[in-house]
């Protein structure tokens, strides 16, 4: 098991040297996204209106956070099933959106486009948004605030703990780990 | 004839909702803390010590074990010799909702209408209330927080009678196999038999209500239980989905009478952070 140090927003030579089944513990900027941000992301696109943050080389981690207690910088943060984002990434890759943080399957499309577009899809461990919050060290709403829990926020992190589930060549970890343990 | 007043039930429910919430059920901690030893991948062996790791400081700091806090589902039974005062019963559950999931820090979760506004209540309501009228005059609430995550993998099929034991195999295997790592594996599988449709469903959920490694009482209904905890374990999904042993920690069934022409059967997927708590009023 290769575990590596990865900053974001992620470069196009770094994205095509993670492989599927690499641990990686990424710092720096993730922005937020989840299925209500994404569909207005998606309808902005469509009219050809800016976007309220910038997609190039950057990371969304599919997330819905609880509120932060006082004194918080957030609540539980833990990652939210990818599949529902599904509709709306392939766009969002052409865009320069260089990866994804998320959990559970992704379609044929959106594989796909990974490649194209030479991205890269992480799973942060589901269930684990006690654990994972702690690696978020501030964070801000920086867009769409009305949506409440599905506003896009701003996070910077350190060691934000990932697995490379799909990677540029669309190698799947989650295929790769099943067929070894199927009996 | 008790009297209680719909104040009790709202303070209660406020609590469970915070509860249930911060403090992992201790037999479902101890499955994922024995299930350890028995993961034979080792990506797999530390996602579940990161599981354990998590519930433990959620506990510790008084915070959500996971950020999707759900959709807050009651269970309450309520005993006959019980008169209610105070005002309306719905209304006070629902009041207990509200006040625990803002002064817990919980997410809300809810949209208004499904399919064409979802629009955020802002508040965690409505509740799910299932009551169900019993003798005595104590009042039983048990809560059982649901995530999206798992709750859109469950499944229902209107088997045939003929489909047999072997047809309930099939249709419980494939649907945990088809949601994957979607679930948050290692999942617990709730299963409803029998009934109506809408009998199926509930009695499939209130299989997730029962202890890790509590069998059924009827011994064949017990080793359906056994073998479909095997099989599923055999799909190699594991923690997380990224391959391994334990894919689940627990198969419940729960059944029912069925009509002459009918066999249903729910799966009602739970993921590892298998919120439930209780309260007796």
Redesign the interface.
């Known amino acids: 098991m290769v575990e590596k140090r990865v900053s974001t927003p992620i470069s196009d030579k770094t994205a095509r040297s993670l492989s599927a089944g690499d641990r990686v513990l990424l710092t720096g900027i993730l922005y937020t996204g989840r299925d209500a941000a994404h569909k207005r992301l998606f309808e902005m696109m469509k009219k050809g209106e800016n976007l309220p943050i910038e997609l190039n080389g950057q990371v969304i981690y599919y997330v819905g956070p609880c509120p932060a207690k006082p004194g918080a910088v957030i609540g539980s943060a833990g990652p939210t099933t990818s599949g529902r984002m599904d509709a709306y990434t392939p766009a969002l890759l052409d865009a320069g959106l260089k990866g994804m943080i998320g959990k559970g399957l992704r379609n044929k499309a959106v594989v796909d486009s990974i490649i194209k577009n030479g991205a890269v899809y992480f799973a942060a461990i589901g269930g684990a948004g006690a654990l994972l919050a702690q690696a978020i060290k501030e964070a801000e709403v920086v867009a769409f605030e009305d949506l409440g829990p599905e506003a896009i926020y701003r996070l910077r992190v350190e060691d934000f703990p990932v697995t490379v589930v799909i990677d540029s060549s669309g190698a799947d970890l989650y295929k790769m780990g099943q067929q070894a343990y199927r009996k | 004839m008790r009297t209680v007043e719909t104040g009790v039930i709202r303070d209660a429910v406020k609590q469970l909702c915070i509860d249930s919430n911060y403090y992992l059920p201790e037999d479902v901690k101890k499955a994922l803390e024995q299930s350890i030893t028995k993961e034979?991948?080792?990506?797999g062996k530390e996602?579940l010590q990161?599981?354990v790791?998590?519930?433990e400081?959620?506990a510790r700091?008084?915070?959500?074990?996971?950020?999707?806090?759900g959709f807050a589902v009651f269970f309450i039974e309520l005993g006959q010799d019980v008169s209610l005062v105070g005002g309306d019963f719905t209304g006070a559950v629902n009041e207990g909702v509200r006040l625990g999931y803002r002064e817990g820090?919980?997410?809300?979760?809810i949209v208004d209408d499904p399919f064409y506004r979802?629009k955020?209540t802002?508040d965690n309501t409505p509740a799910i209330i299932h009551t169900f009228i019993v003798p005595g005059d104590r009042i039983k609430i048990t809560i059982a927080p649901k995530g999206?995550?798992s709750e859109?993998m469950s499944a229902l099929a209107m088997l045939k009678p003929s489909d047999g034991i072997d047809g309930i195999k099939k249709f419980v295997v494939e649907t945990v196999d088809k949601a994957?790592?979607?679930p948050?594996p290692p999942v617990i599988v709730g299963i409803g038999i029998g009934g109506t449709i809408e009998q199926t469903t509930l009695i499939a959920k209130m299989a997730l209500l029962k202890k890790i490694g509590e069998r059924h009482p009827d011994p064949i209904v017990a080793k359906l239980e056994e073998e479909l905890l095997e099989e599923i374990n055999?799909?190699?999904?594991?923690p997380?989905?990224?391959?391994?042993?334990i894919t689940a920690l627990d198969v419940h069934i729960n059944t029912f009478p069925a009509h002459i022409a009918s066999m249903p059967v729910a799966v009602n997927m739970q993921?590892?952070?298998a919120r439930h708590r209780e309260v007796v009023i």
């Open positions: 034979e991948s080792p990506i996602i990161d599981i790791k998590n519930a400081i959620a700091n008084g915070v959500a074990i996971c950020q999707d806090t820090y919980l997410r809300k979760s979802r955020n802002s999206g995550g859109n994957g790592s979607n948050c055999k799909l190699g999904i594991g997380q989905g990224f391959g391994g042993r993921c590892h952070v």
